[in-house]
């Protein structure tokens, strides 16, 4: 009886030891399995602290059949700014191709400053690389933040004036005025021509006070200081556009209205300034960039430009671009020749300050009816006829906003339009949503 008890003991504890067993294979694939995965991929999962300088550390962990992805990144304050990190992540992980029979890994560290309290200078540095490491890919990517102006810096943000030239003379015979890979240091700051970061040049503060465009107390410029960013619209691509443009200001009074008239429908407009009326009026330019309202070249002194020798044309130029820095901060980028008069070398003039030309589809002819009792009307009748020629979206109409009939008209015709529809642009907005014919 003993014998048979025993013996059923024994059958029923079978059961329990190959649990048991199991359970402690399974430990032990577990184990080695989290070892040898911890120990494979160690290397990347870390970074280097001393280039942590500003922001918190984030890590972004993910594991396939293809990749095995690690990448430590900056998160700051800035909104923003941590918008573009994400988005530069999202795409370096979408521009990489699957590999066949290869698994690869991806990863991501960066150094993160702070300089003068406004710029914040991130490098992200990407590599691939293959699990026997035959094979290592790197893409790097540089930027600096503007905290100010809540975007990245570009090479025209940097440079003012004929900067080309200062550009040549350093050895850069080409360079992309929209370039972000912009390294801002407390002495100079470095442009990078190409992604791999090897080809640069270094541009001093001190040396070229004058060619600098940065707004920094503790930066040599010229710049103003006391600038507040600009209050910037929200464009719908799918409704109408029309960008009304303003020629022969600034006026002491009428520019003022004329700002409020187009910001009573959340919209924006294009003044096209003489320099010699920008000196007068120095805080109405100023404003207009604050407000959000696009300011453009039209020329000094309203000569016909055509007509003048080489160095004359220049300083139209060049004293126009001056008057607005001064006042605001910015250069104009457009440009609209008096009496539209224009010829290869005003073009090549205008080139030479990086300036596009701007004329126009639409003009109302509005200072033939500054006298007129009925001279308001008919310039709405104008403006609004303009903007619907052609296809009735998309086109460029010209006033100005020195004549107290023009700004009259101005306001019932962007009263009619608006309950049409319409959408008040910049032109540079307008040529971003819609393109245009006379951008030049």
């Given at each position: 009886m003993n014998r048979r008890r025993n013996y059923y003991e024994r059958k029923s504890k079978v059961p329990i030891f190959i649990a048991g067993a199991v359970v402690i294979v399974i430990i032990i694939g577990l184990f080695v399995l989290l070892f040898n995965g911890e120990r494979k991929y160690k290397e990347y999962n870390s970074y280097d602290e001393n280039t942590k300088q500003y922001g918190t550390v984030e890590h972004y962990e993910k594991?396939?059949?293809?990749?095995?992805?690690?990448?430590?990144?900056?998160?700051?304050?800035?909104?923003?700014?941590?918008?573009?990190?994400?988005?530069?992540?999202?795409?370096?992980?979408?521009?990489?191709?699957?590999?066949?029979?290869?698994?690869?890994?991806?990863?991501?560290?960066?150094?993160?400053?702070?300089?003068?309290?406004?710029?914040?200078?991130v490098k992200l540095d990407y590599k691939r690389v293959s699990e026997n490491k035959k094979k290592t890919d790197q893409l790097k990517y540089i930027m600096t933040y503007d905290c100010k102006t809540n975007q990245l810096l570009t090479l025209k943000d940097c440079l003012r004036g004929k900067y080309g030239d200062l550009l040549n003379s350093m050895g850069i015979g080409e360079f992309n005025k929209d370039s972000a890979s912009i390294e801002v240091g407390k002495k100079s700051f470095t442009y990078y021509s190409d992604q791999k970061l090897k080809n640069k040049i270094v541009v001093n503060y001190e040396q070229n006070k004058n060619y600098i465009k940065l707004a920094n107390k503790n930066i040599p410029s010229n710049a103003p200081l006391d600038i507040k960013a600009p209050k910037l619209m929200k464009v719908d691509p799918k409704k109408k556009m029309v960008a009304i443009t303003l020629d022969d200001g600034p006026h002491k009074t009428l520019t003022e209205r004329a700002m409020a008239a187009f910001e009573k429908y959340n919209g924006r407009a294009t003044f096209f300034e003489l320099g010699r009326n920008m000196e007068i009026y120095p805080n109405v330019v100023k404003e207009v960039y604050e407000r959000g309202h696009e300011i453009a070249s039209h020329a000094y002194s309203h000569?016909?430009?055509?007509?003048?020798?080489?160095?004359?044309?220049?300083?139209?130029?060049?004293?126009?671009?001056?008057?607005?820095?001064?006042a605001s901060g910015i250069e104009p980028t457009l440009i609209r020749p008096p009496y539209g008069a224009k010829n290869?070398?005003?073009?090549?003039?205008?080139?030479?300050?990086?300036?596009?030309?701007?004329?126009?589809?639409?003009?109302?002819?509005?200072?033939?009816?500054?006298?007129?009792?009925?001279?308001?009307?008919?310039?709405?009748?104008?403006?609004?006829?303009?903007?619907?020629?052609?296809?009735?979206?998309?086109?460029?109409?010209?006033?100005?906003?020195?004549?107290?009939?023009?700004?009259?008209?101005?306001?019932?015709?962007?009263?009619?339009?608006?309950?049409?529809?319409?959408?008040?642009?910049?032109?540079?907005?307008?040529?971003?949503?819609?393109?245009?014919?006379?951008?030049?």
């Amino acid at each position: 009886m003993n014998r048979r008890r025993n013996y059923y003991e024994r059958k029923s504890k079978v059961p329990i030891f190959i649990a048991g067993a199991v359970v402690i294979v399974i430990i032990i694939g577990l184990f080695v399995l989290l070892f040898n995965g911890e120990r494979k991929y160690k290397e990347y999962n870390s970074y280097d602290e001393n280039t942590k300088q500003y922001g918190t550390v984030e890590h972004y962990e993910k594991e396939n059949d293809h990749f095995y992805v690690s990448f430590y990144y900056p998160k700051v304050k800035e909104k923003n700014l941590n918008k573009i990190i994400k988005e530069s992540n999202n795409n370096y992980l979408k521009s990489q191709k699957k590999k066949k029979d290869q698994k690869d890994i991806l990863y991501l560290d960066y150094s993160c400053k702070k300089i003068y309290k406004q710029y914040i200078v991130v490098k992200l540095d990407y590599k691939r690389v293959s699990e026997n490491k035959k094979k290592t890919d790197q893409l790097k990517y540089i930027m600096t933040y503007d905290c100010k102006t809540n975007q990245l810096l570009t090479l025209k943000d940097c440079l003012r004036g004929k900067y080309g030239d200062l550009l040549n003379s350093m050895g850069i015979g080409e360079f992309n005025k929209d370039s972000a890979s912009i390294e801002v240091g407390k002495k100079s700051f470095t442009y990078y021509s190409d992604q791999k970061l090897k080809n640069k040049i270094v541009v001093n503060y001190e040396q070229n006070k004058n060619y600098i465009k940065l707004a920094n107390k503790n930066i040599p410029s010229n710049a103003p200081l006391d600038i507040k960013a600009p209050k910037l619209m929200k464009v719908d691509p799918k409704k109408k556009m029309v960008a009304i443009t303003l020629d022969d200001g600034p006026h002491k009074t009428l520019t003022e209205r004329a700002m409020a008239a187009f910001e009573k429908y959340n919209g924006r407009a294009t003044f096209f300034e003489l320099g010699r009326n920008m000196e007068i009026y120095p805080n109405v330019v100023k404003e207009v960039y604050e407000r959000g309202h696009e300011i453009a070249s039209h020329a000094y002194s309203h000569a016909q430009l055509t007509k003048l020798d080489p160095a004359t044309l220049d300083a139209e130029i060049s004293r126009t671009q001056e008057a607005c820095f001064k006042a605001s901060g910015i250069e104009p980028t457009l440009i609209r020749p008096p009496y539209g008069a224009k010829n290869d070398n005003v073009k090549n003039a205008f080139y030479s300050y990086g300036l596009n030309m701007i004329l126009w589809d639409g003009d109302t002819e509005d200072w033939r009816y500054s006298k007129n009792p009925d001279g308001a009307q008919t310039v709405c009748n104008n403006i609004v006829a303009d903007a619907k020629a052609k296809s009735g979206d998309g086109n460029i109409v010209l006033i100005h906003d020195i004549h107290e009939n023009s700004i009259a008209g101005l306001e019932m015709a962007l009263d009619q339009l608006s309950k049409e529809g319409y959408q008040f642009v910049t032109v540079s907005d307008l040529i971003k949503y819609k393109g245009h014919s006379e951008y030049r």
